[in-house]
C-alpha cells in the first residue's frame, strides 16, 4: 500500500524523522490557514500517488496568502497521469543548500536489506542511477545484524555528504531504516533529503509503501485505508476480497492462484481475445467467493464471455462448482461462462455441474480449448 | 532418484489441530504414501489426531519419531517462528506453504537459516511444497496428477502453474522425478538455481520444465545458471506476458532493477542460454514431452 506523501511524512515523524511544518488541505480556504500556520514562503503540493507531479505543475512556491489561494485554485482538481488531486500539503519552504538521496528497500536476489545513499538528490536521481553509478553508495544490511549508528558514519561518508551533514544524516538513516523495519515498510524513501542554508538535514519528500501482509500488526495503518483512486470494478471486488485488476477486454477471468491467472490472459491472448480483468480467486476458495467473483465480472458491462479456468490444489473443485452453481441461481449472468475444471476433486466438481450445463454454461476439456471457446463467444 | 525428499522422508505436520489445514493436508500426504510420522502443537501433545500422533515441539518430535522433514501451514503470525523452531530442532528440509508472511520477517528468517542453521533448506513461504512422484508428497499438490519413473524435473515459482505443469506431463504418459513449487514470496528460500542444480546433479532427471512469472530477476539469474552450468535441456513458460504492468516501487525499484522483471526480458534472457521457450504452459508440457521423446 503506497501512502501519500503526507502521510509518509506523518510516518516518518513517529519513527524521529524531521520535516517541515505543515499540514494538509482539501479547499483553498483551508490552504491558506494551513501557509498561515506554517509561515511565508509556502510549498503547495499535490497529493497524488503518481511521480511526476512537479513537472506536470502539482508542486508550486507561494510567497503570501495571494499566492498561495492561487496555486491551491489551480492545483486542486489537477489531473496528473489520470490522478486528479483531491487535496494539498502545505508546508514552509525550506531553504536548499543540498540535495541527498535516502533509501531502503529489499534487494530480492541478496535476499538482504538495501539502503541507497546518494549526494545527488533530487529528480534526476534515476538518471544519476545510470550515467553516475558510483554516486550512489549502496549498503547492504544483514536482517539479523541491523544498522547501528557506527556503520551509518561511514555510510555517510562513502556517500560523500556534506561534511556539517554527515552526524545529523547518520542519525537520520538509523531511524530511517527503524521506520523501513518496524514500520513495516516495502520502501522507505527520502528524495530530496536537504541540507539547509542553516545547517539542518531533514527530509522534504516522503515516498512510503507498507507492506500488507503485515498490517494485522499496525492498527494505526485503518487511516490510510484508501479506495478513493480505483476503479469501480476494482472497488467492488474489494469489498468482497477478491484480487481483482480492471483491462479493456471483453472476456472475463476468474481462475485460482496469481499465476494460473496470468497464464489465463496469455492464453487469451493468444487465442485472439482480449481480457476484461485479471481475477484471482486465492487458494482455498470456496462457493461464496466463487459466487461473489462472478457477481463482480457480471457487472462488467464490457464482459461478453467468463472463462473460468481452476486447477485445483487448496481450492476444491466440487466447491468452486457449487459456487457457480449458487451464482447463477443467485445472480442472472449476461454472459455465458466456459469453464475448464481440473485437479483436486475435478471428477466431483464435473459431476455436479453435468446437469447445469447448456449453450450459457460449457465446459472445456483443456485451459487452450476452453480459451478458444470463450474468445469465440466474447466476438459472436 | 529424486531431490530433496524420497521414500525415506520423514514428515513431521507443525502446529496440527482438528481443524487445521495442516491436518488436511497431511492426511492426503499421508494417505498418498509419505511417511508422515507425527505433529506439533504446544497444548496438545500426547494426544492423537486422526492417527497422527502429537508431540509438544518439534523438537520432541525428532527425538521421537527421528522426523527429518516438516511441513508448516499455520497462519501468517505464527509462520515465521515455526520455521525456527523446525531448524533448531535439527530438521533438514522445511516445507512453508503459509501465505502472507509479512517480507520484514521472511527475510529475517532466511537469513537466521543461512548463519546459524547452514545444514537446513526452507521451501517457500507460499508456495504449494513438493511432490516426487511415488516416494513423497508434502505440501498441497493432489498425488493423483503426478506420475512416478522420470525422467523429468519440474520446478515452478506459481502455484497452479505447478499443477498445470504435472498435469501436462502426466497427461502425455511422460513422470517426473520431482516437482517442486518454489512460491512467489520476496524471499524464497530455495530458488530456481538450488532447483536446477540439484536436477543437473540427479542422474534420473534428464530434462527440466520451467514455470517462472513477472517481477523480480530470479528468472534471469536462472537463465545465467543454465548457460554456464547446465547440461540437461529445459523447457519453460513465463506466465505475464500479457498481465497488466505493475506499479513502480519509487525510485529505488527502477535503480536496482533496471529493466529486469518483465516477462519479455526474461524469455529473452532464458532463450539466449539455450532454454526452448514457450508461451503457455500447455506448449510448454508438448515441447517437454518432445524432449524426452527424442532423448537417447
Keep these: ?380 | 532418484m529424486s531431490i530433496f525428499v524420497d521414500e525415506t522422508t520423514k514428515v513431521v505436520i507443525q502446529g496440527i489441530s482438528p481443524t487445521s489445514q495442516g491436518l488436511y493436508h497431511g492426511l492426503r500426504n499421508k494417505a498418498y504414501g509419505t511417511k508422515v510420522v507425527g505433529g506439533t502443537n504446544p497444548k496438545r501433545g500426547g494426544e492423537v489426531i486422526e492417527g497422527i500422533a502429537v508431540y509438544a515441539s518439534v523438537a520432541e518430535a525428532v527425538k521421537e519419531t527421528g522426523a527429518t522433514a516438516s511441513f508448516i501451514s499455520v497462519p501468517p503470525r505464527g509462520a515465521a517462528d515455526a520455521i525456527i523452531e523446525a531448524a533448531e530442532a535439527g530438521i533438514a528440509f522445511i516445507v512453508c506453504i503459509t501465505e502472507g508472511i509479512p517480507a520484514q520477517d521472511e527475510a529475517l528468517a532466511y537469513n537466521r537459516l543461512v548463519r546459524e542453521f547452514p545444514g537446513t533448506r526452507l521451501l517457500g513461504p507460499n508456495c504449494p511444497g513438493i511432490i516426487s512422484p511415488g516416494k513423497c508428497n508434502i505440501g498441497i499438490t493432489s498425488g493423483d496428477i503426478a506420475l512416478a519413473g522420470g525422467p523429468v524435473g519440474i520446478v515452478s515459482r506459481s502455484g497452479t502453474l505447478t499443477y498445470q505443469a504435472l498435469h501436462e506431463l502426466s497427461q502425455q504418459g511422460i513422470g517426473q522425478t520431482t516437482c517442486v513449487g518454489i512460491g512467489g514470496d520476496p524471499v524464497p528460500g530455495t530458488n530456481f538455481i538450488d532447483c536446477l542444480a540439484a536436477f543437473e546433479a540427479d542422474p534420473e532427471t534428464r530434462a527440466v520444465m520451467m514455470i517462472g512469472e513477472i517481477g523480480g530477476s530470479e528468472e534471469e539469474r536462472a537463465a545465467e545458471y543454465i548457460a554456464n552450468s547446465m547440461t540437461k535441456p529445459v523447457a519453460a513458460y513465463v506466465a505475464g506476458v500479457t498481465a497488466p504492468a505493475g506499479r513502480k516501487m519509487g525510485h529505488a525499484g527502477a535503480i536496482i532493477s533496471g529493466s529486469q522483471g518483465t516477462a519479455q526480458a526474461k524469455m529473452e534472457a532464458l532463450t539466449a542460454a539455450g532454454v526452448f521457450v514457450t508461451q503457455n504452459p500447455t506448449e510448454c508440457g508438448e515441447k517437454m514431452v518432445a524432449i524426452v521423446r527424442g532423448l537417447p
Aim: hydrophobic share 45%.
Design chain 1, 1 to 380: 500500500m503506497d501512502l501519500y506523501e503526507y502521510q509518509g511524512k506523518q510516518y516518518f515523524a513517529r519513527f524521529g524523522i524531521p520535516t517541515s511544518a505543515g499540514g494538509v488541505a482539501d479547499t483553498v480556504d483551508e490552504a491558506v490557514a494551513q501557509a498561515d500556520a506554517a509561515g511565508y514562503p509556502v510549498v503547495v503540493k499535490a497529493q497524488v500517488k503518481v511521480g511526476g507531479r512537479g513537472k506536470a505543475g502539482g508542486v508550486k512556491l507561494a510567497a503570501d496568502a495571494d499566492e498561495t489561494r492561487l496555486h491551491a485554485g489551480n492545483i486542486l482538481g489537477l489531473d496528473i497521469k489520470g490522478h486528479v488531486v483531491k487535496r494539498l500539503w502545505v508546508e514552509h519552504a525550506s531553504d536548499i543548500a543540498k540535495e541527498y538521496y535516502a533509501s531502503f528497500t529489499l534487494d530480492r536476489p541478496n535476499k538482504l536489506h538495501l539502503g541507497m545513499l546518494s549526494a545527488e538528490g533530487g529528480v534526476e536521481i534515476e538518471e544519476v542511477a545510470v550515467t553516475n553509478p558510483d554516486a550512489i553508495a549502496m549498503l547492504h544490511i544483514n536482517p539479523i545484524d541491523g544498522l547501528d549508528e557506527e556503520t551509518a558514519r561511514s555510510w555517510v561518508d562513502r556517500a560523500n555528504l556534506d561534511a556539517e551533514a554527515r552526524e545529523q544524516a547518520a542519525t537520520l538513516l538509523v531511524r530511517l531504516y527503524h521506520c523501513y523495519v518496524e514500520g513495516d515498510c516495502d520502501l522507505a524513501e527520502i528524495n530530496p533529503l536537504i541540507l539547509t542554508p542553516e545547517g539542518k538535514v531533514h527530509a522534504l519528500d516522503a515516498k512510503v509503501t507498507l507492506d500488507e501482509n503485515a498490517a494485522y500488526r499496525h492498527p494505526e495503518w485503518e487511516e490510510y485505508a484508501d479506495d478513493s483512486d480505483i476503479d469501480v470494478r476494482e472497488k467492488m471486488a474489494k469489498e468482497k476480497g477478491l484480487n481483482y485488476i480492471g483491462l479493456s477486454g471483453s472476456v472475463g477471468i476468474i481462475a485460482n492462484g496469481a499465476g494460473l491467472a496470468m497464464s489465463t490472459l496469455d492464453v487469451v491472448t493468444q487465442a485472439g481475445g482480449e481480457a476484461a480483468n485479471f481475477l484471482d480467486i486465492g487458494g482455498g476458495a470456496n462457493a461464496d467467493v466463487m459466487a461473489a467473483a462472478l457477481e463482480v465480472i457480471n457487472a462488467d458491462p464490457a464482459v461478453r464471455s467468463i472463462f473460468v479456468n481452476i486447477f485445483g490444489g487448496i481450492t476444491r473443485v466440487d466447491e468452486v462448482a457449487k459456487g457457480i452453481i449458487e451464482a447463477m441461481a443467485r445472480v442472472k449472468l449476461n454472459s455465458p461462462v466456459v469453464m475448464r475444471l481440473d485437479g483436486t476433486n475435478a471428477a466431483e466438481g464435473r459431476k455436479l455441474l453435468a446437469e447445469h450445463l447448456s449453450d450459457r454454461l460449457i465446459a472445456e476439456p483443456t485451459m487452450l480449448d476452453a480459451a478458444r471457446h470463450a474468445v469465440a463467444l466474447a466476438k459472436a
